[in-house]
């Protein structure tokens, strides 16, 4: 499973919140015209009162869920029907948040973004589980991109680096290999914990090569403990 971008747009086809998730270049207007096109269409032709929650080509699918006031959308790439159906729970789930806390403001919203800066950590605290099962980008990748890429761990991560993963012998022949101290890795989550950062901020921050830092980050991405966001 791949995400590729997820779009938060208002009834009329104003882009509330966006949000990419690797390297795939999406043009933002062009998909947000497009979705909001395919949704007008689907209500006035296509005889079922349902809403259109799938645009599929391949592999590549375009899922979506809808109140009153909004549509959600995720562009991924997926085959699995479990997977598909675990995404569009977490998009209603998101949306219905969403509309908890803005549902009444939205009814009489007159376009000033920054009265929505909150959604953004609604969307992207409910994606954290899916986020740790997608794949992370090669290490060539993030390396070339050292602040495109943000790093988070949340309590969870830390608790598994301290109790399963610091002291295990695989990760010590890792950190041996890359020639440091264990107490770098510490040093990375710490700045990381709680707080996005990229591997520039990190790197000012604790004096640490940038390929070293892409390095541990990535490794414990594979792992499950730490997030990776654009």
Known sequence: MNLYDLYLIYKGGQTL???RFGVVQIDQDLITA????IDNFSKEVLPSSEPLKVIEKGDSKVLMAYSPDLVIALVCNTKNVE???ELRSILEDILAEIIRVYGEFLKTWRGNLRELDGIGAIIESKLQGILKKTP?????TLIESPDTFYFSIDDRGINLYNTLLRNSRGFGLFINKLRIPIEYCD???????QDKKNAVEIANSLGLD??????ILRTLRVRGLVNIWM
């Open 136 to 140: 992370p980008p090669p290490l060539v």
């Open 83 to 85: 997977e598909m159906d």
């Open 34 to 37: 497009f979705l909001t096109a």
């Open 17 to 19: 919140f966006h949000k």
């Open 210 to 215: 940038i390929n070293i830092i892409m390095a």
């Open 187 to 193: 040093m990375i989550l710490n700045e990381i914990y």
